[in-house]
């Protein structure tokens, strides 16, 4: 990461924060730990509720919702599927079977209401194989627990017993499939700490950021779990808190660790060498953490309380690993002390074959620029090229895996009742005045209107409010949720036409069209005002107005990259079976928004590593191209092996059974990829190599390169120990 001059007002905050983390590390350690232990058993006992909710204040979706709300309503509506495998459900030698499955159901703690498979309610197959018990919960979905599920779901033992087969439908599937976890987060560990043994050398150095990410993680989560009892928070704000906390915990700890280390090797005591590379990384990690904030920070204008909440766990993440880096980090350090500094024969040879590699891809790259760069561009375009089809959608069930509850529910309900069943629509009409009866023209012509209308294959029951006012019935799609025709049905029922009637269109599957119709109205402005606000930052530390401009471009081109990728897996399925999928997806409309704050933030990090680096150089040289080369050779190992670090923990979340973790998990990988290869090792030097001293051009200013001038707060130190850092040239 990028070095404080021994004057800098932030590198002697930082450096301060070090030394007492360093003076007092028994301390610190045990604050540490005390805190962990504190939050997980307060959420043991206290509890860490999801709730996957859309909630979208304004929208027509949300305003259906509030006027159907009721006190008498259950607070969490589920089903529990029968099917049989031979004849009708409602036949009379069933009939006693299904008695007794409705009367243990009623049983069942927790359980308010039961209605029991009905050709009239529309909850009995027209072939009469499958049936749905309706259940009402006394428990908010935030709060329903995987016991309470299970418990629910065992009730119909009676229908299981005489050979029926059952399934929990709803929020009860949803729950017994938990995180979705397979595991996967344990082997990005694992290839953490291989990269981080051959970066660091020796185990101290394979384990200390292990520990001081582990403790970082482990806080966030819990407090986010908590967060859950006061405020709405989904189910993948833990798994991206995770994923981001992972990633950017170990990374900040490696760039410490490795400035520590170099100094350490150069005579410096550890206390010294503890507080100069606190000094120098622990700056660098502060303004590598502030740009991830200020781009999540940009995710608060899209007025969707979904992404805000996304936005402020994975902050925290962020929040928690640099603090983690700033404090912990030292203190576990001190007691390392010299053990960590010595590298083992393996770790000497990784890094002298490193070295040369970089030394001649610099060489490659400066020499002939124009080829280089053309090269990156080719490349970039191939992968970016298939985000010209990025088409936003709407996940369902069905696109789930098949070992999943809820994807084995989808598919039983599918079957029996036709692909739009599992996401049936809510049309309300709001009357001018109360309703006249049963035959009320104004409701019966609504009724007639939406059964009529393309695309409709069902219309429930009318359902009147008590006052007359309000009249709702459900309507069945010809096609799933995850249907682009789906999503036209729902605006061209809003635009039916009742004299006396206002029409909305309401429940989950509007609440996702009107989401995706508020992320793609709020896109343009968030991503530029993460574009103005990253620069005005870049500014200050490279007081040059093209690195920093470049810098941002280069960012969206790796998240270009990204984009073409998510929509070559998931739109169009390419290779989607590898991992996990049993065909193409659609990408929901808040993940390339999620993905642009995320991976901006984080690839800045590489690039503002590598910039400064250079600039350093050619501050004390003049020589533009010698300065990219040596800035190229000196950060080239430190980064690979942070971005093989970050890579390996998104990669291993690819695994889980939620579609959009897996969206996260590959497009956040690539992103990565591409930016710490592609990105740095040819466009950034061969775009640099073409441009010359018109990179550090300043308005309104003229002097020569090697003019001595005031040098912003960061320049790099140089991952290979240059001991540069913190000298101004002619001194």
Known sequence: MTAALPDSRAARAVSALGRASVRHRSLVIATWVLLVLALVTAARVIGTPTDNDVRLPGTDAQLVRDLTASPESPLTSATIIVVTRDGRLDDEARSGVLAATLASLRAAEHVTTVKPPSTREGTLSEDGTTGLFTVGLDVRRAELGEP???????????????????????????????????????????????????????????????????????????????????????????????????????????????????????????????????????????????????????????????????????????????????????????????????????????????????????????????????????????????????????????????????????????????????????????????????????????????????????VGPVTPSADGRVVTFPVTAETSGGDPATADLV???????????????????????????????????????????SIAILLPAFKAPLLALKAAVMDLISIGAAYGVLTAVFTWGWGVTWIGLSGPAPIPSFVPLMLFALLFGLSMDYEVFLLSDVRRRWRETGDNLRSVREGLIGTGRVITAAAAIMVGVFLAFVPNDDPTIKMFGVGMAVAITVDATVVRCLLVPATMAVLGDLNWWVPGRRRSPGEAAPLPDRVSPGPGGGSGAGTRPGR
């Open 148 to 458: 309470v599920a299970r418990a629910v779901t065992d009730a119909a033992r009676p229908a299981a017993d005489a050979g029926l087969r059952v399934l929990p439908g709803g929020a009860l599937a949803q729950v017994l499939d938990g995180s979705g976890s397979t595991g996967g987060e344990y082997f990005g560990l694992a290839l953490a700490a291989v990269v981080l043994f051959l970066a660091l050398g020796g185990l101290l150095g394979a384990v200390l950021p292990l520990v001081a990410s582990a403790l970082a993680v482990v806080v966030t989560l819990q407090v986010v779990g908590l967060a859950g009892n006061l405020t709405a928070v989904p189910s993948q704000a833990a798994t991206l808190a995770l994923m981001v906390g992972l990633g950017v915990g170990i990374d900040y700890a490696l760039f410490l660790l490795n400035r520590f280390r170099t100094l350490a090797r150069s005579g410096l005591s550890v206390p010294d060498a503890i507080d100069r590379a606190t000094a120098d990384s622990g700056t660098a990690v502060v303004f590598a953490g502030a740009t991830v904030a200020v781009a999540l920070a940009g995710l608060g204008l899209t007025e969707v309380p979904l992404l805000q909440t996304l936005a402020w766990t994975c902050g925290l993440a962020v929040l928690f690993a640099v603090l983690a880096a700033l404090t912990l980090l030292p203190a576990l350090t001190s007691f390392a002390g010299k053990r960590l500094a010595r590298g083992g024969a393996l770790h000497n040879r990784f890094n002298r074959g490193v070295g040369g590699f970089w030394a001649r891809q610099a060489d490659r790259v400066t020499r002939r620029p124009w080829p280089a760069g053309g090269a990156a561009l080719v490349v970039l375009a191939l992968l970016a090229a298939p985000a010209v089809d990025l088409r936003f959608g709407q996940l369902d069930a069905g696109h789930s895996p098949e070992s999943t509850a809820v994807r084995q529910a989808h598919d039983a309900v599918a079957a029996a009742f036709g692909p739009g069943r599992g996401s049936a629509l809510t049309v309300l009409g709001r009357l001018d005045t109360p309703v006249a009866g049963a035959g009320d023209p104004r409701v019966t012509t609504l009724v007639q209107r939406a059964r009529t209308h393309p695309g409709v294959a069902a």
């Open 491 to 533: 605006h061209r029922l809003r635009e039916l036409s009742v004299p006396g009637m206002t029409v909305h269109v309401g429940g989950p599957t509007a609440a996702r069209v009107d989401l995706a119709d508020r992320v793609t109205d709020k896109l343009p402005l968030v991503i530029a005002v993460v574009l103005l606000l």
